[in-house]
């Protein structure tokens, strides 16, 4: 199952930055992780913001759900999460 997930990411004010810094090195490595697996399909960086929209690849919500509140960044996150399905209009064989 495909998912949109978009992610907005807040940091306290008063988090040390070296703390700030090593929840993001962890979260780099986790995401770059789920991305060689196949489930994070893509990664975009919304401009002029702490934010992102990605395609997620799972076997279901529940497997989104995992993976989406292991994120090292998950307690300081809003996310938005919307199922998707192939249009039948696309050309692209792999987006299903």
């Not at 993001?24 to 490595?29: Q, Y």
């Not at 799972?58 to 995992?66: S, W």
Request: charge should be negative; glycine fraction near 2%.
């Amino acid at each position: 199952m495909l998912f949109q997930v978009e992610m907005t990411v807040k940091l306290p004010p008063e988090m040390p930055a070296e703390q700030a810094a090593s929840i993001k090195l962890t979260e780099k490595e986790y995401s770059q992780e789920l991305q060689h697996q196949g489930k994070w399909r893509h990664l975009w960086r919304v401009a002029g913001s702490y934010s992102n929209v990605s395609i997620f690849d799972v076997e279901d919500n529940t497997e989104l759900q995992e993976l989406v509140s292991n994120l090292p960044l998950f307690p300081y996150m809003e996310i938005s999460v919307k199922p998707l399905c192939r249009h039948p209009s696309s050309i692209r064989e792999d987006d299903n």
